[in-house]
């Protein structure tokens, strides 16, 4: 389907090719021993903390471009999309207090990606509540964070540090997020509720409880934040552009010609559809 995906938004070839291992060390081996054959490779389906150090590696160890889009597809997305969420709220990125909940591939790039950007204020859950330095049971990655996020080491659960902020961002599970929660963030809060197939809260019940923007992942709801925006442009940019390395300043870039797309911001629709022409090629062009 993704290869599909390829073909039809951005003119790329792409191959899909399942590995029958889990070990860090075979993925790595096997992809190095198959890059010749390719001008690109799209890791997908890799769980943390492995896929860090599987595309860490691979980044460093070929000479073509490697991207990991259950990483930076999604982050990238996001960004978009909250880019005119907070221009329709009359919010900057240095006021905004951000919740980020789920700290796998897609939360931790997401929160990489938004500190790069200019996000100052943010705070990342995982499932035992919020990440802050110090905090004795973190992988090194959930730790490099720690020192970059929740600057006043705020702890607790989910519904602990939730109150008071402008931005939820959920890459996690189903129903996380009920109407008491939403009500105890600042007025006409920004909701980014994007685990799939059940959101961490439905657009209804959020919209029910006062939120001012609601997005998922989903198809059938506006807003719908989807991978499919990025993969394809990212890679004919770099095809086109002789990109070896991708990095988050062409994601970044991405990621605002992206929302450029959407010429006027509306509470449901803050990112362009995924059949707009325009899409793979607005997002190509970052890619330099």
Same mark, same amino acid.
């Given at each position: 389907?993704?290869?599909?995906?390829?073909?039809?938004? /951005? *003119?790329?070839?792409?191959?899909?090719?399942? !590995?029958?291992?889990?070990?860090?060390?075979? $993925? +790595?081996?096997?992809? #190095?021993?198959?890059?010749?054959?390719?001008?690109?490779?799209?890791?997908?389906?890799?769980?943390?903390?492995?896929?860090?150090?599987?595309?860490?590696?691979?980044?460093?160890?070929?000479?073509?471009?490697?991207?990991?889009?259950?990483?930076?597809?999604?982050?990238?997305?996001?960004?978009?999309?909250?880019?005119?969420?907070?221009?329709?709220?009359?919010?900057?990125?240095?006021?905004?207090?951000?919740?980020?909940?789920?700290?796998?591939? /897609? *939360?931790?790039?997401?929160?990489?990606?938004? !500190?790069?950007?200019?996000?100052?204020?943010? $705070? +990342?859950?995982?499932? #035992?509540?919020?990440?802050?330095?110090?905090?004795?049971?973190?992988?090194?990655?959930?730790?490099?964070?720690?020192?970059?996020?929740?600057?006043?080491?705020?702890?607790?659960?989910?519904?602990?540090?939730?109150?008071g902020a402008d931005v939820f961002i959920g890459v996690s599970i189903a129903n996380v997020l009920n109407k008491a929660m939403v009500r105890s963030m600042k007025a006409k809060p920004i909701i980014f509720a994007l685990a799939n197939p059940i959101p961490e809260i439905l657009p209804e019940a959020a919209k029910a409880a006062g939120a001012f923007i609601v997005a998922t992942g989903r198809s059938d709801f506006p807003n719908q934040v989807n991978n499919a925006l990025i993969f394809p442009g990212v890679f004919r940019g770099a095809l086109d552009n002789g990109v070896v390395k991708i990095n988050n300043t062409m994601l970044i870039r991405a990621a605002e010609s992206l929302a450029g797309l959407v010429a006027e911001p509306t509470s449901d629709e803050i990112l362009p559809s995924v059949f707009n022409k325009d899409v793979a090629a607005a997002v190509a062009k970052a890619i330099f």
């Open positions: 389907g993704k290869c599909i995906l390829f073909k039809e938004f /951005a *003119g790329v070839d792409a191959i899909p090719i399942c !590995l029958d291992t889990q070990d860090e060390e075979e $993925i +790595i081996k096997t992809v #190095k021993y198959l890059a010749p054959v390719f001008g690109g490779i799209n890791l997908e389906d890799i769980s943390a903390p492995k896929c860090f150090t599987i595309e860490t590696r691979l980044k460093a160890e070929l000479d073509i471009p490697v991207m990991h889009d259950d990483q930076h597809g999604a982050a990238t997305a996001t960004l978009a999309g909250l880019i005119n969420a907070l221009k329709l709220r009359g919010l900057t990125k240095a006021e905004a207090r951000v919740v980020i909940n789920g700290a796998g591939a /897609a *939360g931790i790039a997401t929160t990489k990606l938004l !500190l790069e950007y200019g996000f100052s204020n943010i $705070i +990342i859950c995982d499932s #035992k509540g919020a990440i802050y330095k110090g905090r004795t049971d973190l992988t090194p990655i959930k730790s490099a964070l720690a020192g970059l996020t929740n600057k006043s080491k705020v702890r607790g659960e989910l519904k602990d540090v939730l109150p």
